[in-house]
């Protein structure tokens, strides 16, 4: 009898621990499941506070078109005229620059 009562108070202790750890697995599944939520709002917050940021920042920062460069390129085309570059000047490029027969290297 005193036998079989400590294996029944063993058995019990045994039940109470078993359901104790599963009482604790599932708390702890439980806050790790918060936890891997938190983050991914966190994350997400993250997210748009640096969307917000980009915008704002773009705002302050708008490009403005360079008025005084185009009207001063308008300018130098006007005197260089239709034919001439900046690298040719109004006359072009010769054209017996441009032939290869000679004494050159390129042309041999």
């Known amino acids: 009898?005193?036998?079989s009562a400590a294996i029944a108070v063993g058995a019990a202790a045994t039940y109470t621990t078993y359901k104790a750890?599963?009482?604790?697995?599932?708390a702890q599944e439980k806050q790790l499941a918060l936890q891997k939520q938190q983050n991914a709002d966190a994350?997400?917050?993250a997210k748009e506070a640096k969307e917000q940021s980009d915008i704002e920042m773009n705002k302050?920062?708008?490009?403005?078109?360079?008025?005084?460069a185009i009207q001063?390129?308008?300018?130098?085309a006007a005197l260089t005229g239709p034919a001439g570059t900046m690298l040719t000047g109004n006359m072009g490029v010769d054209p017996n620059q441009?032939?290869?027969s000679g004494n050159t290297l390129l042309g041999g």
């Open 21 to 26: 750890g599963r009482e604790q697995k599932k």
């Open 60 to 68: 302050a920062n708008r490009k403005k078109a360079n008025t005084s």
């Open 72 to 76: 001063s390129k308008a300018e130098q």
């Open 1 to 3: 009898m005193v036998v």
């Open 98 to 100: 441009l032939k290869l």
């Open 43 to 45: 994350k997400q917050r």
